[in-house]
């Protein structure tokens, strides 16, 4: 597996984690404390927060079918984009398993 796949992976868990904080902010704006220009700036986010959440699952799913996860564990982490902050962490668990991965497979390629 290429490290550009990791890579891909991180930048979409943390931009989509981003957005879903900044979303969060935002809807609590809107509805309680009902904030001018909350209902524009949520719907901004909420768009680039959707649109940007696809690609992540197609990153996802393309990194978890080439580290042969469980199906248990893909779902968690194509989950993990939905929930406010739960993306950072499942990224920093995520990348250091998959790093591992790599490491081991860049060992054995450069032994042989």
């Known amino acids: 597996m290429k ?5 891909r992976y991180r930048v979409l868990a943390y931009v989509t984690g981003v957005l ?3 979303l969060t902010l935002g809807m609590i704006g809107k509805y309680v404390l009902d904030l001018d220009g909350a209902a524009d700036f949520t719907y901004v986010v909420s768009l680039a927060h959707g649109w940007l959440y696809v690609l992540y699952l197609v990153f996802a799913f393309d990194l978890g079918s080439k580290a042969k996860w469980r199906v248990k564990k ?12 739960a993306a950072f962490f499942v990224e920093r668990k995520v990348s250091r398993e998959v790093e ?5 497979s860049s060992f054995a390629t450069a032994k042989a």
């Open 20 to 22: 879903l904080i900044l």
């Open 3 to 7: 490290k550009s796949v990791l890579t």
């Open 74 to 85: 893909q779902l968690w982490v194509l989950l993990a984009g939905t929930i406010p902050t």
């Open 100 to 104: 591992a991965k790599i490491a081991d």
